[in-house]
C-alpha cells in the first residue's frame, strides 16, 4: 500500500512538473515534465542536479532534493547548493510550496546526507517539520 502512494505522489509530481512548461534559468527547451523524467531515470549529472536547485520551478526543485536525498549525492557543488537553499541564500518562487518549505526540504536533504548542524540549530517545532519532510 505504501509503494502505491509513493507512485501516486511521484504521478502527481510528474503532472505538476508538465503544467509548469519550460523552467526559467534551465533552458527554453527543457520543461519540467523532461527534467521530471530525468530525475526519475537518473539520467543526470551533479551539473544537471546544481542547474535543476535553481529552477524556477519549486516541483523541479523539490524532486531534485528528494532525488539527492535518496541517491545519497555527495558531490561538494551539489551541497553547496543544497546548503544555500538550506540557509536561505537562494532565491526561490513565493508560489506555490515557497522559500520556507523549500528551505525545510533542503535541511532533510542536509540531514539525510549526514550533514546535520542546520537540524541540530533548530527548535523542537522546526525539528518536526523537517523530519516529515519526505514521509
Do not use: W
Not at 28 to 43: G, L, V, Y
Amino acid at each position: 500500500m505504501e509503494n502505491l502512494q509513493k507512485v501516486k505522489l511521484r504521478e502527481h509530481i510528474l503532472l505538476i512538473s508538465a503544467l509548469a512548461g519550460p523552467i526559467q534559468g534551465v533552458g527554453i527547451m527543457e520543461s519540467a515534465f523532461k527534467i521530471a523524467k530525468e530525475i526519475s531515470e537518473q539520467q543526470y549529472t551533479s551539473e544537471d542536479i546544481c542547474k535543476y536547485l535553481n529552477s524556477a520551478s519549486i516541483s523541479v526543485v523539490y524532486q531534485t532534493l528528494k532525488e539527492i536525498a535518496e541517491r545519497s549525492l555527495q558531490e561538494e557543488n551539489i551541497l553547496n547548493e543544497v546548503k544555500a537553499i538550506a540557509m536561505g541564500e537562494r532565491e526561490i518562487s513565493g508560489k506555490g510550496l515557497g522559500a520556507t518549505t523549500m528551505r525545510i526540504i533542503a535541511i532533510a536533504t542536509l540531514k539525510e546526507l549526514g550533514h546535520s548542524a542546520l537540524f541540530d540549530s533548530l527548535d523542537a517545532d522546526d525539528k518536526n517539520l523537517v523530519m516529515g519532510a519526505f514521509l
